[in-house]
């Protein structure tokens, strides 16, 4: 199947820092990549979907100035929470679709971000 | 009501136990349907792909889909201890590369052995 790769894994920041999650399609070009949050024992809920070459897609109650999205190549989507506050602790995960592929989705392992 | 809904259990079964997951759903739109597993503090990995009606077996993975009743199942043969994680059931009705897949809350699984 197809790879995604996210980075970091976990990640500890200072309140009001920001923090950049990385995620890379290793053996297929996506020109859709999504972004996801995932509380305790909750289900995922999008955050945006990130399109190659092109500004993000934000779902309703998603600040995009805070989770700035930049999908500058085919195999590369990155997240950037900035000015992080410890509400913003949480686990993100991104997906990524084949291009020209069917509806199925591959997910990196996710970052869990722990602001303290 | 959640376009997609799914019990989250917990369920709990003695290894080799048959499992059955199931979600329903109110958008006939739907024609994509995906069940994911999830480890705990690991992101969803994509176990069955089915497109509209119909069953699709991959080794002790069963998927069916019942579009007329708007009910998708997963069966887990010969259920091991490893398969406890939780079962998340996703679905898509639309078409071209940003169709958005509606999640269930998942079913969390243990196979006690």
């Known amino acids: 199947g197809a790879v995604v790769s996210q980075h970091p894994s976990w990640v500890i920041c200072k309140s009001g820092t920001s923090v950049k999650i990385e995620c890379r399609s290793l053996d297929f070009q996506a020109t859709t990549m999504f972004w996801y949050r995932q509380f305790p024992k909750q289900s995922l809920m999008l955050m945006a979907t990130s399109n190659e070459g092109s500004k993000a897609t934000y779902e309703q109650g998603v600040e995009k100035d805070k989770f700035l999205i930049n999908h500058a190549s085919l195999t590369l989507s990155t997240l950037t929470v900035t000015s992080a506050h410890p509400e913003d602790s949480s686990f993100y995960i991104c997906s990524a679709r084949l291009w020209g592929g069917g509806s199925e989705a591959f997910f990196g392992q996710g970052t869990r971000l722990t602001v303290v | 009501q959640k376009e997609v809904e799914q019990d989250p259990g917990p369920l709990s079964v003695p290894e080799g136990a048959i499992v059955s997951l199931n979600c329903t759903y109110s958008?006939?739109?739907?024609?994509?349907f995906m069940w994911y597993r999830q480890y705990s503090r690991k992101g969803p990995e994509l176990l069955m792909y089915t497109y509209s009606s119909g069953n699709k077996e991959d080794g002790r993975f069963t998927a069916q889909v019942d579009k007329s009743s708007k009910y998708i199942s997963l069966f887990i043969r010969d259920s091991q201890p490893s398969d406890s994680a939780t079962y998340l059931c996703?679905?898509?009705?639309?078409?071209?590369?940003?169709?958005?897949?509606?999640w269930g809350l998942g079913t969390s699984l243990a196979v006690n052995p």
């Open positions: 996703a679905m898509s009705a639309q078409t071209g590369n940003n169709r958005k897949l509606i």
């Open positions: 958008n006939s739109a739907f024609q994509y």
